[in-house]
């Protein structure tokens, strides 16, 4: 199976900054590589799919990048709405397996 | 507007029986692929089972956790999707969620879009 690793596994931030979380897989996986967003008590959110392509509605302050092994996902402004944690998913082969997570809180 | 509502869940004892049903709207079923996801409590995500569409056979795909446990399957002329759990064990408390399939440039299916999940408890 695919490993995957989020770093950090938590970090403080405060609105206005630039926030980057980092994604690494075990394994090739091309751009096959997803973000989602999780509040609590709440379901995930679909942010990006294959690395940099946004989802429908998600709002252009995401960005995504990486291929291979690496992958990263960019907050350019941190809101208090973009208090949650993100999650990065491949969707290479089978299974797919889910990194750790990263919950980005307020400093 | 994309719905994914999710139903069935509840308390059952360990190597009991259930089946959730997740009913879907807003776009059209039949052509998209459907996963389960689930989350343990305060844990991260687990990827569950996916069933592909008419045109892939309903085909399925499982993680080893629940392989040989637990049956994806889907009623395209009902828009729903299911998830029979046979067997359970206490590690499969979770909140599951019902997730529709979008496909990316090269046909690689990824999840899209989620539904609000239903818990499952597994204890005696």
């Known amino acids: 199976d695919i490993q995957m690793t989020q770093s950090p596994s938590s970090l403080s931030a405060s609105v206005g900054d630039r926030v980057t979380i980092t994604c690494r897989a075990s394994?090739?996986?091309?751009?096959?590589l997803a973000w989602f967003q999780q509040k609590p008590g709440k379901a995930p959110k679909s942010l990006i799919y294959?690395?940099?392509s946004l989802q429908s509605g998600v709002p252009s302050k995401f960005s995504g990048s990486g291929s291979g092994t690496d992958f990263t996902l960019t907050i350019s402004s941190l809101q208090p709405e973009d208090f949650a944690t993100y999650y990065c998913?491949?969707?290479?082969?089978?299974?797919?397996?889910f990194g750790g997570g990263t919950k980005v809180d307020i400093k | 507007e994309v719905q994914l509502l999710e139903s069935g869940g509840g308390l059952v004892q360990p190597g009991g029986s259930l089946r959730l049903s997740c009913v879907a709207s807003g776009f059209t079923f039949s052509d998209h692929y459907m996963d389960w996801v689930r989350q343990a409590p305060g844990k991260g995500l687990e990827w569950v089972a996916r069933v592909r569409n008419k045109a892939r056979s309903f085909t399925t795909e499982y993680a080893a956790s629940v392989k040989g446990r637990f049956t994806i399957s889907r009623d395209d002329s009902k828009n729903s999707l299911y998830l029979q759990m046979n067997t359970l064990k206490t590690e499969d408390t979770a909140v599951y969620y019902c997730?529709?399939?979008?496909?990316?440039?090269?046909?690689?299916?990824?999840?899209?879009?989620w539904g609000q999940g239903t818990l499952v408890t597994v204890s005696s």
């Open positions: 998913q491949h969707y290479n082969t089978y299974p797919l397996t």
């Open positions: 294959a690395a940099s």
């Open positions: 997730a529709r399939g979008g496909s990316d440039s090269s046909h690689y299916h990824y999840v899209a879009y």
């Open positions: 394994q090739d996986i091309g751009y096959h």
